[in-house]
C-alpha cells in the first residue's frame, strides 16, 4: 500500500505536488534527474526534495538518491560531459543550504543527509575493495607528503611553473 505523502508547510508553486517525480522532458540527463528541479525551490536546486518524512524516512530518501544519482553515473559514463563531480558536489551544497522551518524539517534534512553519504560510503568502500588494488602499493607517506606539498602552494606559484615549463620546451 502506498502511503501519502504529508502536506508540506512551504508553499509550492502552483500545480506541483510534494514529492520526487520522473522528467523526461529534461534537456540534458542531469535536467531529467528526480532530484533536479524547482519543483521544491525557487530556483534551480540540485537537492529538489521536499524535507519530510522524518528522519527514518530521510535516510530511505537519501539512500534511493544515491542510487539514482549513481545510475545517472552509469547510464551517462560514455558522455564526456556528464560533470558527475560537478553535479555531486552541487547536490551536497544544495542539501547543505536547505533552511529547515521545523525540528520535523531538522530531522528529515539529517536522515537525507545522513542516508545518501552512508549509501555512497557504501560504494566507495565497495571501489576501493574491488578496484584499489594499486593503492596497495602508494605509501601512506607519500599521500601525506603530496597534500602538505599542495598545502603549501598557491594557485600563482603553480601558473608560474607550469608557464616556466611550457617555455622551456
Known amino acids: 500500500m502506498k502511503a501519502s505523502i504529508p502536506k508540506s508547510k512551504r508553499p509550492l508553486p502552483k500545480g506541483r505536488e510534494i514529492g520526487l517525480r520522473i522528467k523526461p522532458q529534461g534537456k540534458f540527463a542531469y535536467e531529467r534527474l528526480p532530484f533536479v528541479g524547482k519543483d521544491h ?7 529538489d526534495v521536499p ?20 545510475k545517472y553515473v552509469r547510464d551517462e559514463r560514455a558522455n564526456p560531459c556528464r560533470l558527475s563531480a560537478t553535479l555531486l558536489g552541487s547536490m551536497l551544497v544544495d542539501l547543505d543550504g536547505k533552511q529547515p522551518t521545523t525540528e520535523d524539517e531538522e530531522s528529515s534534512k539529517s536522515g537525507q543527509r545522513a542516508g545518501f553519504i552512508g549509501e555512497l560510503s557504501a ?13 596497495d602499493r602508494v ?15 598557491t594557485d600563482a606559484a603553480l601558473m608560474a611553473a607550469i608557464e616556466k615549463q611550457e617555455t622551456a620546451q
Not at 41 to 46: A, E, I, K, T, V
Not at 123 to 135: F, N, R, V
Not at 140 to 147: F, I, M, N, R, S
Not at 148 to 153: D, M, V, W, Y
Open 139 to 153: 605509501p601512506e607517506q607519500h599521500l601525506v607528503d603530496c597534500a602538505n606539498h599542495c598545502l603549501t602552494r
Open 123 to 135: 560504494w566507495i568502500d565497495a571501489a576501493a575493495t574491488q578496484l584499489g588494488g594499486s593503492l
Open 51 to 70: 524535507l519530510t518524512g522524518g528522519f527514518h524516512g530521510g535516510c530511505v530518501v537519501g539512500k534511493s538518491i544515491a542510487h539514482a544519482y549513481l
Open 41 to 47: 525551490s525557487s530556483r534551480l536546486s540540485f537537492w
